[in-house]
């Protein structure tokens, strides 16, 4: 039976995050596509109308045919033009790709066929047939570990409360960066809850003296990166901290706006249910950290909506727009049924790009591309930093005291300004890739993560790690200029060495964020791992020439003698540690977890004081084997002890 309405098929999109009907944006493979078919009724009485279309790989392989997932409304008597049915998902036919079908290769739309949805038969229309001829094109996936970073206020005269990072927080922004971001992948290296280390837990004015801030817990997130990939983590990592706002909102930065890859630039980003007048899904944590990590792939502020101008010259499209009109680009988010989320259109001169400060942000085609084109260089990076072979493993520890086996290893966008206005700028120096005999000095390895504010010249070393190796090139010894990048003061890590042999110096790379407002402090992070010599004394940290900050080390830290559970809390995992004699003052312990049987080691806690640890059993699956592991440390040599495993049950 033909229906005597009569249709016209206007266009054809095939679409993943944002595209324009000219396909100019590349097709990532494996990723989730829809094919959005725009139609119109020209003849005949109104209908709502399902489609098939037949869709072809190349000439040797069978057809396949898919139905749309909706069905439209036409009507000859009231048409709708293309622009207003591309800004909703609902009026357009949309029929999502099988995922073998999104292959790298051709992809041939051959026909749509067009019936009643209600009395069936089929509706004739005008239209180009066959339709599109797209090409998907093999990407990186994007690797990332998102920490939850915990933290305890206790204001005077209250009982302390804790503010933890939720579960939708998380997987928001994981769904969000698979459905906005140009891979088709996203490895999630394993996730955790962390205590931050950095905090004034009794402060009685959150919003004028907050707790801690993004330096802060970049600074950790640091720490932490170096200890990962010295255990043989993959270098392409990016790392992103999220912070619950029931305690105060931390606004969120990253650790520089790298413009050459670099993967040791790591971000902090709020999360919390928040509005914002325009996100009503429960979390904004999806597109406020797919902000934050765009700075670490390079991307800056366009400058529209009172973020910093640093990219406005080049930024294409007007008032930070995905489109400079309703005929080019739209974003298009394809929907998480697990989260929810429906399928759903961006209309690109509605919505703004998730770099910018402006309401409804999705990535547009010059942010989208611009992070496919760092991900493309990123993964020629080296996949990480093994352990030298032939290391020997520790003895697994019992929860009863008993003699250890240990290893002992000698090692001698300016913040977002969407809330009350704050000064953070950050310096940043890559982390290194081995050691180095000719970089002055040579021996064994540390990671110096700090703070330093070039405004003030202040600065405090805040983690000083051994690693056996590393992310990129080590610092290299030589001589401080008189001043550094735009003529401010130079930083530099000073090696002291004892038995009067002179230092080494190793001048830091000062890596900012975007410019900071005139007049505004300018703070940041250190974060560099240097060879320390044959006989080490102490690094001091260098601004403008002067030393604004000493680590001297400890005597080398005790030997685990044994770890016995304690009270640690419903759904927790704790052991206290047993060193024989208390630590020094100026020791400190890593706690890092196995999954895997001890191929991959990942580091939970750095810069802890209390020789305690603390497991949180509902991060794992149940079934999960997890072991555990401690590294005590002075800063210069460390001893490594693997400690019982537990099964999540």
Same mark, same amino acid.
């Given at each position: 039976?033909?229906?005597?309405?009569?249709?016209?098929?206007?266009?054809?999109?095939?679409?993943?995050?944002?595209?324009?009907?000219?396909?100019?944006?590349?097709?990532?493979?494996?990723?989730?596509?829809?094919?959005?078919?725009?139609?119109?009724?020209?003849?005949?009485?109104?209908?709502?109308?399902?489609?098939?279309?037949?869709?072809?790989?190349?000439?040797?392989?069978?057809?396949?045919?898919?139905?749309?997932?909706?069905?439209?409304?036409?009507?000859?008597?009231?048409?709708?033009?293309?622009?207003?049915?591309?800004?909703?998902?609902?009026?357009?036919?949309?029929?999502?790709?099988?995922?073998?079908?999104?292959?790298?290769?051709?992809?041939?739309?051959?026909?749509?066929?067009?019936?009643?949805?209600?009395?069936?038969? /089929?509706?004739?229309?005008?239209?180009?047939?066959?339709?599109?001829?797209?090409?998907?094109?093999?990407?990186?996936?994007?690797?990332?570990?998102?920490?939850?970073?915990?933290?305890?206020?206790?204001?005077?005269?209250?009982?302390?409360?804790?503010?933890?990072?939720?579960?939708?927080?998380?997987?928001?922004?994981?769904?969000?960066?698979?459905?906005?971001?140009?891979?088709?992948?996203?490895?999630?290296?394993?996730?955790?809850?962390?205590?931050?280390?950095?905090?004034?837990?009794?402060?009685?004015?959150?919003?004028?003296?907050?707790?801690?801030?993004?330096?802060?817990?970049?600074?950790?997130?640091?720490?932490?990166?170096?200890?990962?990939?010295?255990?043989?983590?993959?270098?392409?990592?990016?790392?992103?901290?999220?912070?619950?706002?029931?305690?105060?909102?931390?606004?969120?930065?990253?650790?520089?706006?790298?413009?050459?890859?670099?993967?040791?630039?790591?971000?902090?980003?709020?999360?919390?249910?928040?509005?914002?007048?325009?996100?009503?899904?429960?979390?904004?944590?999806?597109?406020?950290?797919?902000?934050?990590?765009?700075?670490?792939?390079?991307?800056?502020?366009?400058?529209?909506?009172?973020?910093?101008?640093?990219?406005?010259?080049?930024?294409?499209?007007?008032?930070?727009?995905?489109?400079?009109?309703?005929?080019?680009?739209?974003?298009?988010?394809?929907?998480?049924?697990?989260?929810?989320?429906?399928?759903?259109?961006?209309?690109?001169?509605?919505?703004?790009?998730?770099?910018?400060?402006?309401?409804?942000? *999705?990535?547009?085609?010059?942010?989208?591309? /611009?992070?496919?084109?760092?991900?493309?260089?990123?993964?020629?990076?080296?996949?990480?930093?093994?352990?030298?072979?032939?290391?020997?493993?520790?003895?697994?520890?019992?929860?009863?005291?008993?003699?250890?086996?240990?290893?002992?290893?000698?090692?001698?966008?300016?913040?977002?300004?969407?809330?009350?206005?704050?000064?953070?700028?950050?310096?940043?120096?890559?982390?290194?890739?081995?050691?180095?005999?000719?970089?002055?000095?040579?021996?064994?390895?540390?990671?110096?993560?700090?703070?330093?504010?070039?405004?003030?010249?202040?600065?405090?070393?805040?983690?000083?790690?051994?690693?056996?190796?590393?992310?990129?090139?080590?610092?290299?010894?030589?001589?401080?200029?008189?001043?550094?990048?735009?003529?401010?003061?130079?930083?530099?890590?000073?090696?002291?060495?004892?038995?009067?042999?002179?230092?080494?110096?190793?001048?830091?790379?000062?890596?900012?964020?975007?410019?900071?407002?005139? /007049?505004?402090?300018?703070?940041?992070?250190?974060?560099?791992?240097?060879?320390?010599?044959?006989?080490?004394?102490?690094?001091?940290?260098?601004?403008?020439?002067?030393?604004?900050?000493?680590?001297?080390?400890?005597?080398?830290?005790?030997?685990?003698?044994?770890?016995?559970?304690?009270?640690?809390?419903?759904?927790?995992?704790?052991?206290?540690?047993?060193?024989?004699?208390?630590?020094?003052?100026?020791?400190?312990?890593?706690?890092?977890?196995?999954?895997?049987?001890?191929?991959? *080691?990942?580091?939970?806690?750095?810069?802890?004081?209390?020789?305690?640890?603390?497991?949180?059993?509902?991060?794992?699956?149940?079934?999960?084997?997890?072991?555990?592991?401690?590294?005590?440390?002075? /800063?210069?040599?460390?001893?490594?002890?693997?400690?019982?495993?537990?099964?999540?049950?």
């Amino acid at each position: 039976m033909v229906s005597p309405t009569r249709a016209l098929l206007e266009g054809t999109e095939v679409t993943q995050s944002i595209q324009n009907l000219q396909h100019d944006v590349p097709l990532i493979a494996g990723k989730a596509t829809v094919i959005r078919s725009y139609v119109n009724g020209v003849e005949g009485p109104a209908a709502s109308v399902i489609g098939t279309l037949t869709l072809l790989r190349s000439p040797t392989d069978p057809p396949v045919t898919i139905t749309s997932v909706n069905s439209v409304t036409i009507d000859a008597n009231a048409q709708i033009d293309v622009p207003t049915r591309r800004a909703n998902a609902s009026l357009s036919l949309n029929f999502i790709v099988p995922a073998a079908l999104t292959a790298a290769g051709a992809l041939h739309v051959q026909r749509l066929t067009i019936a009643d949805a209600v009395v069936g038969g /089929g509706i004739p229309f005008d239209g180009p047939t066959p339709g599109p001829t797209v090409w998907f094109h093999d990407s990186p996936p994007l690797r990332v570990r998102i920490l939850g970073l915990r933290y305890t206020l206790t204001p005077p005269g209250k009982p302390p409360a804790t503010y933890t990072p939720r579960d939708i927080d998380y997987n928001f922004l994981i769904s969000w960066l698979k459905r906005a971001y140009p891979v088709a992948e996203v490895i999630e290296a394993p996730h955790a809850v962390i205590d931050v280390t950095t905090i004034n837990a009794t402060t009685t004015d959150v919003e004028n003296n907050p707790p801690f801030q993004c330096t802060d817990t970049n600074a950790q997130l640091a720490a932490i990166r170096a200890l990962d990939i010295s255990a043989g983590g993959d270098r392409r990592t990016h790392y992103i901290g999220q912070v619950a706002d029931g305690g105060f909102f931390m606004r969120g930065c990253a650790s520089g706006v790298p413009a050459s890859p670099d993967p040791t630039t790591v971000a902090s980003s709020p999360c919390g249910a928040a509005t914002w007048g325009w996100d009503f899904d429960g979390s904004y944590a999806d597109w406020y950290g797919g902000h934050e990590l765009g700075h670490t792939y390079g991307r800056k502020h366009p400058g529209f909506c009172g973020e910093s101008q640093d990219d406005l010259q080049n930024f294409p499209f007007p008032n930070g727009q995905l489109a400079d009109t309703p005929n080019s680009f739209c974003g298009f988010d394809v929907g998480d049924p697990q989260l929810n989320l429906p399928m759903t259109a961006r209309p690109g001169v509605m919505w703004h790009d998730v770099m910018t400060y402006c309401n409804f942000q *999705w990535p547009c085609s010059y942010t989208y591309e /611009g992070i496919r084109q760092r991900l493309v260089d990123e993964d020629t990076l080296t996949t990480g930093a093994p352990a030298p072979p032939g290391m020997p493993v520790a003895a697994p520890i019992l929860a009863a005291p008993r003699e250890l086996r240990v290893t002992t290893v000698s090692s001698g966008g300016r913040s977002d300004e969407r809330f009350p206005k704050l000064s953070v700028t950050r310096v940043a120096n890559a982390l290194v890739a081995a050691a180095l005999a000719a970089a002055g000095g040579g021996g064994p390895l540390i990671s110096v993560v700090g703070t330093v504010d070039l405004t003030t010249r202040h600065g405090t070393i805040r983690y000083v790690n051994p690693v056996q190796a590393a992310a990129e090139q080590p610092a290299q010894a030589g001589q401080a200029d008189d001043a550094g990048p735009d003529g401010k003061a130079p930083v530099v890590l000073r090696v002291q060495q004892a038995g009067g042999v002179p230092p080494i110096d190793f001048p830091v790379t000062v890596k900012l964020t975007s410019d900071p407002e005139p /007049g505004q402090e300018r703070t940041g992070l250190v974060d560099a791992v240097v060879p320390i010599g044959t006989n080490p004394a102490s690094v001091e940290l260098l601004v403008g020439g002067q030393v604004v900050d000493t680590f001297r080390p400890e005597d080398p830290p005790p030997a685990l003698q044994g770890a016995r559970h304690s009270t640690a809390g419903e759904g927790k995992f704790g052991l206290d540690l047993d060193f024989g004699a208390p630590p020094m003052a100026g020791h400190t312990f890593a706690t890092q977890v196995s999954t895997d049987g001890g191929r991959n *080691w990942h580091t939970i806690g750095v810069g802890l004081k209390d020789p305690a640890i603390t497991v949180d059993r509902t991060q794992y699956p149940a079934g999960t084997e997890v072991q555990v592991r401690v590294i005590s440390t002075n /800063g210069f040599t460390s001893t490594t002890s693997d400690i019982e495993s537990f099964r999540v049950n």
